[in-house]
């Protein structure tokens, strides 16, 4: 696997690839991979020739309260674990490189569908994360783009970029990575206790309560009661728990398949999880 840090010797790396016409997949992370980054590298290895995988830690999508200077920075492991999965040039760039010395003046803002769920409570995130990936697409220039169905509005706002801003690129979402207790994979586990690592899988219980409960007539005005009150009784403080359609329109009952939402924080760490749930007419 090579590694390169600048966007000139990453066209050089990828200047052979690009002759031979071969395809690229890339797959952006911030680094501090566990299985769930590597199963995006898996993906991507199936669909495309050659795959590149940034590791930036993107200092426009963190609010000033927010763990950027903290953010677990593991580039050696991470390489490490790339080079294993099959990564073939990693992209890891200073943020003097991506984003220089002079004032930044251009964002891509995407509208509405980043005014809910985590954008409500995280002003100018998916301002930061829409403008990186759109500076990563042209600097790596991908077929495919892969990114992890845990972060699902993330995900949905890539697509929505991706589409109104014409890139020729495939985007292609990667179903949630679960420890075999059902917690979803994140780099913010790192950061639970030993206690509040065995109340986090209730996250996913929860959510397969309530799919249960949907599935078997509740309304969906209960089944989402059912899902807080249970994440209240295991010690969370929710920051919200919502239903709206796969691409994030509001919904009012399940007649159609929805998606259901759950961002909740144990102590000072704050946990995202999700579930499709399908609708079928009886
Ligand atoms: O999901 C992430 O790790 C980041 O938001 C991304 C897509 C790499 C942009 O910085």
Redesign the pocket.
């Known amino acids: 696997m090579k590694t390169e840090t600048t966007v000139q010797s990453l066209n050089a790396a990828l200047a052979p690839a690009r002759l031979a016409r071969k395809t690229i997949g890339f797959v952006?992370?911030?680094g501090n991979l566990h299985q769930g980054h590597l199963n995006l590298v898996l993906e991507a290895k199936k669909l495309c020739d050659i795959v590149v995988v940034s590791i930036?830690v993107?200092p426009i999508?963190f609010g000033p309260n927010e763990d950027f200077d903290n953010y677990p920075r593991t580039l050696e492991a991470d390489s490490q674990l790339l080079a294993e999965a099959g990564c073939d040039v990693l992209f890891a760039p200073s943020v003097q490189q991506m984003y220089g010395d002079q004032p930044r003046r251009t964002a891509v803002v995407v509208g509405e569908i980043t005014d809910v769920l985590c954008g409500r409570s995280r002003a100018g995130h998916f301002d930061g994360?829409a403008t990186?990936?759109t500076k990563l697409f042209h600097i790596v220039q991908p077929d495919t783009a892969f990114?992890g169905q845990k972060?699902w509005q993330?995900l949905a706002v890539i697509r929505q970029m991706t589409r109104d801003l014409s890139f020729p690129i495939d985007v292609v979402g990667v179903p949630i990575a679960r420890a075999e207790d059902g917690l979803a994979l994140s780099s913010r586990n790192g950061y639970l206790t030993d206690l509040q690592r065995k109340v986090a899988p209730k996250i996913y219980q929860s959510l397969t309560d309530a799919e249960h409960a949907l599935q078997t007539q509740s309304s969906l005005a209960d089944a989402l009661t059912q899902l807080r009150a249970s994440l209240t009784k295991a010690g969370f403080e929710i920051d919200y728990v919502e239903a709206l359609s796969p691409d994030l329109a509001p919904v009012t009952a399940f007649d159609q398949d929805i998606v259901l939402f759950v961002a909740a924080k144990l102590g000072e760490t704050r946990l995202i999880d999700n579930l499709l749930v399908k609708y079928t007419e009886h």
């Open positions: 952006p992370t911030m930036f993107n999508q994360v990186v990936v990114f972060d993330q």
